[in-house]
């Protein structure tokens, strides 16, 4: 699953010793010349979608030990956001916030074999 699945929730886990359930993102796409907006647009129905998975109660449903705990979407990007992903990011958390959502994004490069 990825960003590319809009309709798909990715992954979901529990941080016990933070009370906090994790609704994981991952983006794999890279940012560039002409295909920013294309990505904004894809993380967006992919947020939009966490919300509605959120807001709907289903999460309580299919992973009943959220119930209780506080809330975060977490986007792991494979590619530093430019600026202008800056700011739609920014947006996006102040939104979530209102409805008691967490958002958290990491950058995680891919990683050479070890040696």
């Known amino acids: 699953m990825s960003i590319l699945d809009t309709n798909t929730v990715d992954f979901i886990g529990t941080l016990a010793e933070q009370d906090l359930v994790v609704l994981s993102i991952a983006d794999h ?3 560039g010349e002409g295909l920013t907006n294309e990505h904004l647009l894809l993380l967006q129905e992919k947020i939009n979608t966490y919300l509605r998975y ?3 109660g289903e999460i309580y ?4 030990s959220a119930r209780g705990k506080n809330l975060a979407v ?3 990007f494979k590619h530093e956001p430019p600026h202008e992903a800056q700011a739609f990011i920014q947006s996006a958390a102040h939104i ?3 409805g008691g ?3 958290e994004t990491v950058v995680e490069p891919e990683r ?3 040696h």
């Open 29 to 31: 796409l890279e940012w």
């Open 54 to 56: 959120i807001e709907s």
């Open 61 to 64: 449903t299919s992973f009943p």
């Open 101 to 103: 959502v967490g958002l």
């Open 74 to 76: 977490r986007v792991y």
């Open 96 to 98: 979530l916030q209102g």
């Open 112 to 114: 050479g074999p070890a």
